[in-house]
């Protein structure tokens, strides 16, 4: 019922800068929650990033100082910005969102996006 596409991963150098984007559609109550998990091979997922509706952030500490956090409510979109990336960022990225949905609006689930890679290396 609903859908989140992931864009933006890609190879970058140590120091450099990407900017994912995750966008929401199908039958979208109200959006509560979006953020951006990541994976290593071998490794747990782990929370990158979140923000709720009215703002709210909240960031792993590795991430702190370096990454950005943002929504388009009225495009159910967020963004990641990464700058001074470090070849321990590198992951794959999946978005994530608590959505009600129309036919439910009562009821929260939550999705995931495929899944974008980043990859930081020399």
């Known amino acids: 019922q609903v859908q989140l596409v992931e864009s933006g991963g890609g190879l970058v150098q140590p120091g450099g800068s990407l900017k994912l984007s995750c966008a929401a559609s199908?039958?979208?109550?109200?959006?509560?929650?979006m953020g951006w998990y990541r994976q290593a091979p071998g490794t747990q997922r782990e929370l990158v990033a979140r923000?709720?509706?009215?703002?709210?952030?909240k960031f792993a500490d590795s991430v702190k100082g370096r990454f950005t956090i943002s929504r388009d409510n009225a495009k159910n979109t967020v963004y990641l910005e990464m700058n001074n990336l470090k070849p321990e960022d590198t992951a794959a990225y999946y978005c994530?969102?608590?959505?009600?949905?129309?036919?439910?609006?009562?009821?929260?689930?939550?999705?995931w996006g495929q899944g974008t890679q980043v990859t930081v290396s020399s």
């Open positions: 994530n969102a608590e959505v009600s949905v129309t036919t439910l609006p009562t009821l929260r689930f939550n999705y």
């Open positions: 923000i709720t509706s009215d703002g709210t952030t």
């Open positions: 199908g039958s979208i109550f109200s959006i509560y929650v």
